[in-house]
């Protein structure tokens, strides 16, 4: 399973991580991925979407219904 988010299509990014005396040692920042069921009223039906923390907010805000509808403009098969 990758590591990007359903809504935001957030990703891991690469990096450095430094220590005490600034040696760089490549590592990877990854996104704050949570598995969520959200019921869907239109259809009458629970979906599973792996989303960020961002997109969480995103849902709260605008609600499923319409984070849906803009979601499947992108992605035909969620």
């Not at 040692?25 to 704050?32: A, I, L, Q």
Request: charged share 35%; hydrophobic share 30%.
């Amino acid at each position: 399973m990758s590591r990007i988010c359903q809504i935001t299509g957030k990703k891991p990014l690469s990096g450095n991580k430094r220590s005490h005396s600034m040696n760089a040692k490549k590592r990877k920042f990854f996104p704050n991925l949570h598995n969520h069921r959200f019921w869907l009223d239109k259809e009458k039906k629970f979906i599973n979407l792996r989303i960020s923390k961002q997109g969480l907010r995103l849902i709260d805000k605008y609600g499923i219904k319409k984070v849906m509808e803009k979601i499947k403009i992108k992605y035909k098969n969620v």
